[in-house]
T-cell receptor, first 111, second 111 residues
Framework: GENVEQHPSTLSVQEGDSAVIKCTYS??????FPWYKQELGKRPQLIID?????GEKKDQRIAVTLNKTAKHFSLHITETQPEDSAVYFC??????????FGQGTTLQVKP | DAGVIQSPRHEVTEMGQEVTLRCKPI?????LFWYRQTMMRGLELLIY????????DSGMPEDRFSAKMPNASFSTLKIQPSEPRDSAVYFC?????????FGPGTRLLVL
């Protein structure tokens, strides 16, 4: 079955710097890759997603890139702010709708 | 537009008691997912339904766990009997195709 590895497990950056979180997946048939942000005590919230027919997608300060050949995808956050501090989860899915989540990355943005 | 609704939000019970968690998905969504989140194991998919039919229950930990979806607007996750190791946050999510939206979760503590 599908397996998703996420790195790093923790990431600390200064406010204004960029943050990059990387995920690799095992099943080349996976075709949907969402990213969720989870603040402490809150629910995971979908922040951006990408499908396998697209290489990059941007939404203001966040972007996701996908390399199908290497089977990895990344989340990029530019001009980080303290409110970006949270746990970020990547996931991969086949057409079944079942998401396989990575282990999560705790991002800390220092003011 | 209401999001996914879960009840109760918090549950404290004693070992051996029956626990029932409830979920109302977003109207129009045809998929419903139950997840469990702990520090040790992260976010685990327990079971998911498409059009009210259970598709994959391979994540259900053991026979003490059961889930039902009698109609498109309601699902339950039942634990009987409950054990301290069941203590976790249980999330329900609903979606169309692969995109999933999480409810606020039920924080369960089994003493």
């Amino acid at each position: 079955g599908e397996n998703v590895e996420q790195h790093p497990s923790t990431l600390s950056v200064q406010e204004g710097d960029s943050a990059v979180i990387k995920c690799t997946y095992s099943d080349s048939a996976s075709n949907y890759f969402p990213w969720y942000k989870q603040e402490l005590g809150k629910r995971p919230q979908l922040i951006i997603d990408i499908r396998s027919n697209v290489g990059e997608k941007k939404d203001q300060r966040i972007a996701v890139t996908l390399n199908k050949t290497a089977k990895h995808f990344s989340l990029h956050i530019t001009e980080t702010q303290p409110e970006d501090s949270a746990v970020y989860f990547c996931a991969a899915s086949l057409d079944t709708g079942k998401l396989i989540f990575g282990q999560g990355t705790t991002l800390q943005v220092k003011p | 537009d209401a999001g996914v609704i879960q009840s109760p939000r918090h549950e404290v019970t004693e070992m051996g008691q029956e626990v029932t968690l409830r979920c109302k998905p977003i109207s129009g969504h045809n998929s419903l997912f139950w997840y469990r989140q702990t520090m040790m194991r992260g976010l685990e998919l327990l079971i998911y339904f498409n059009n009210n039919v259970p598709i994959d229950d391979s994540g259900m930990p053991e026979d003490r766990f059961s889930a039902k979806m009698p109609n498109a607007s309601f699902s339950t996750l039942k634990i009987q009997p409950s054990e301290p190791r069941d203590s976790a946050v249980y999330f329900c999510a609903s979606g169309r195709r692969e995109t999933q939206y999480f409810g606020p979760g039920t924080r369960l503590l089994v003493l």
